[in-house]
């Protein structure tokens, strides 16, 4: 299974780390996460804003596998 996941409050929350626990507690193992850093922020022109500063600029992937017994 694959979530796909961002960064909030201004890049200070990275959502892949919060995911992964919450996985793992519900009897997933984590197999690896895929990170693809963009060099502009993706939802800066629906919001009017040009700066590069504010968005999203990374996609993660958390991909995980069911654990069986």
Known sequence: MAFEVGEVRNKTIKLDEHVVPLGIKAGFKCVGIIINEQYFTKT???WG?????KGTNSNRIVIFRKETK
């Open 44 to 46: 800066s022109n629906i």
């Open 49 to 53: 804003v040009d700066n590069n500063e």
